[in-house]
């Protein structure tokens, strides 16, 4: 069944993980699409695996300059958007003493000034009835060492939320979050964490899990999917865990 048909969604950061895995499933669902990242060669490789009707916009998601463009491009090709998932992102630990001024900034201005302004750009554009979407974590809600500025800039997206959901109500647009527990996607790779850290989170976070293991992208995107769509009709502020029961048990 068709649960998007018609609808113009935006996913930040969709060339890989969570983003990319949700793409599709809104593609499946008879969504347009436009996707970004930061790189058109990272886009070029993820769309090999799309089929529907779809756009790849580079945007680098700290700049307002991007997200201008970003919004400008989406409503050339589609018209109004209906659906703005804000899941691009970026994981950066460093233990209290290591921690710098340029990793907080870049950590803020990825996760926070990011989505905040991306959507600041997108609300004119937006259809009555849409669905705005971002993407926190479990670790708003729970201390680990070294997430200082990781966690403190998704305890932001948490707040934004809220806001945004009680400034768009009265548009019957709805403004939720998906926090993921640990999900296996290429971000832990991706930064400043090293190998041998990388490892002992990857054996110590399924202990931690209820259900003993890490989450898949796809169990994200289904719960994208289901904000998107009219099936959650009545759910507006709300932060959704998607953790395996890590941040609920
Ligand atoms: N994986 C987890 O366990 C987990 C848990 C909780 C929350 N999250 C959150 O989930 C979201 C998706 O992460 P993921 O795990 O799916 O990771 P991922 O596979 O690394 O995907 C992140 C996406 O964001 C894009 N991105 C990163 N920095 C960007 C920037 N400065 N400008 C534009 N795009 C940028 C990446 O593009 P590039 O191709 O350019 O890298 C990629 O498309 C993030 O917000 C993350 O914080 C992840």
Known sequence: MSK??????VVTGATSGMGLDTAKLFLEHGAKVVLTGRSQEKL???????TGDFLLVPAEASST???????AKTVEKFGKIDILFLNAGIFRMEPLGNLTEEIYDEVMNVNVKGPIFTANEAVD??????????????????????????????????SVTKTFAAELGGRNIRVNAISPGPIDTPIYGKHNVPQDQINEMAGSFPAMVPLGRFGAGKEIATVALFLASDDSSFINGAEIPVDGGFAQV
Do not use: C, E, H
Request: proline share 2%; aromatic share 6%; charged share 20%.
């Open 44 to 50: 070029d490789a993820a769309a090999k695996d799309l």
């Open 4 to 9: 998007l048909n018609g609808k113009v969604a």
């Open 65 to 71: 300059a991007d997200s201008k463009n970003l919004i």
């Open 125 to 158: 554009s937006l259809n009555d009835g849409g669905s705005v979407i971002f993407n926190t974590s479990i670790l708003n809600v729970k201390g680990f060492p070294a997430m200082t500025a990781y966690a403190a800039s998704k305890a932001a997206l948490r």
